[in-house]
């Protein structure tokens, strides 16, 4: 994707000059890179203020090759290879920076340093909301709206760069600071807009930021340059993205006027109070799609204000549980290979840590399998806002998005300092298209890796209230209860199933009553029975660990020994979900994907 965004922060040169240099926030393609000349050139390597050289130099950057992207099936995606070769269709050349500067000059950087020279370590601490001052909850909202109202120095492509004849025709909008991150959450998450009219519908959603691996270290890349833009937008070094722990809460708590704006009671169920003006960013993708365009939205003012009814789906009015926490925390692979593999999701990944935290592998009945509806966790946080944030690719445009995923990202922290685990523990294959460890992520510029970022916050000049080195809560209470309940879970254990599955029923008609059997039930209110899993031992799935074995990071967990559930049933349930997504192709994954209805309470 194609787009940019540009934050300011004034520094002085030297102790004699007193000129001032503006530095850049990662986003998209800078400005200065989207004229017919660099385009046609195919290189981003600008001078930074101050400097005489491209990248800055010797001592802070050069301008370099890019790694081309891997050779693979690009049959699907017909003329839409913006995505798929990123960035390499806009630029094969761009900045590397040294030591810590960063950005698409090298003026910037890196996450956790500042000054001139980039030498001072900076760190700040996201807090849980409810336990920050109203004051400070106040100068939040306010952030966000000055984010809306500051116009980005970044422009968003407004079609693929097919269509730039090479360049010479540059096809670009300007944006706002905070749209422009709801514009990157869309492209990289949208559809293949141009695909061959032999390849069916199904196989059109290419999804760079969900749905596989690179599912949590794309968005804690991207929650630090929003919370980057957010510094430098309102000059406040100091700020950190706060976070709502919806695990075990009754309701939106946060949903209120004190807090995130509550909203409407009668339908559309508009947002109210200081987010009332907000539209609903490129709501209307689907229409550009379908003549080929990628959405620009030119005319805000013809669409839609953000929605949301916290529970006022039926089947959808329940947040996460405490125990679909403690059960995800249990696991000790980050992903595992999915048992159904496809081209463009993994959403069947068993014992998968990233896969149950996402949403679509089962926690509250603690099987850690694959889940027919995709609607836990995560997932089921979006759905129960019943809303704006029911849409995936557009969600960022409700600001309660922000505390969501900064909660998300914590998990994922707890998660890492408890089994110490590192880059190395990102799969190394077997991930859909754009999943790869070494894949840049789609529409990051400059470019960043999906496996860097599965490192500790610390790295990147953050951490966590209420967690201490180990991931464990700080308040001894809680310290307690969470440990008892993690050791106190199943081991996840998937059997390896034959090259011949064997399904309840031969006959297509009973297999499909089957699955509509599934779908017809609530979605994690289904099967309100005891942890079950298949045996041990012979039959544990390969661990994807660097050294090939699977290591025990925390040798505190002791799994309950006996199993309640025969492993017949397991591989009965394996099956139905094999067929389920056999016959019903990616409807799952589209039913995430949002176009929910809006209901009354």
Known sequence: MVQSQQCTVLLHVGIILSSVLFFKCSGQFPKVCVSPESLSRKECCPQPFGYDSKCGGPGRGACVDLMPPKAGDSSQFGG????????STFFTRACKCDGNFDGYDCGQCKFGYKGTECDQE?????????????????????????????????????????????????LFNNINEYDLFV????????????????????????????????????????????????????????????????????????????????????????ILGEFSGWKDLCSDFQRFHDIGLIC??????????????????????ELPSLEALYYTLSMTDYDTRPLVPTLNVSITSPCSFRNILEGFADSERQSGLFTPFGSQSHNQVHSYMNGTMGVVETSPNDPMFWLHHSNVDRIMEKWIRRYNANTTHYPKDSTPVGHDADSYMVPFFPVMTNGEFLQKSQVFGYTYDNIDSQGKPVNRRERIREGRAINGMQECVVPILDNDLYFFSSDPKVMEAEVSAILSMAPWKAFPMQTFVGSTGDYEYERLQSDGQRPNYDKDRTPIAGMMISEVLVVGLLAVSVVFIATKGRTVYRRYKGYQRITEN
């Open 80 to 87: 839409d290879l913006d995505r798929l070769a990123w960035p």
């Open 122 to 170: 900076i760190r700040v601490t996201r807090r849980n909301i409810l336990s920050m001052p109203q004051s400070e909850v106040k100068k939040f909202r306010s952030y966000l709206l000055n984010a809306k109202d500051k116009l980005s120095d970044y422009q968003i492509a407004t079609s693929l760069y097919i269509d730039m004849l090479n360049g010479d025709n540059p």
């Open 183 to 270: 514009w990157n959450h869309y492209y990289a998450a949208r559809e293949n807009i141009r695909r061959p009219a032999s390849v069916n519908d199904g196989s059109t959603i290419i999804d760079f930021a969900h749905a596989g691996p690179a599912f949590l270290t794309w968005h804690r890349a991207y929650l630090l340059l929003f919370e980057r833009m957010i510094q430098q937008v309102n000059n406040d070094d100091d700020f950190a993205i706060p976070y709502w722990d919806w695990s075990g809460a009754p309701n939106c708590e946060i949903c209120t006027e004190e807090y995130m704006g509550k909203n409407s009671p009668s339908p559309p169920h508009n």
């Open 296 to 317: 620009s939205n030119n005319e805000v003012s013809n669409l839609p204000s953000i929605t949301r009814n916290p529970g006022g789906d039926s089947l959808l009015d």
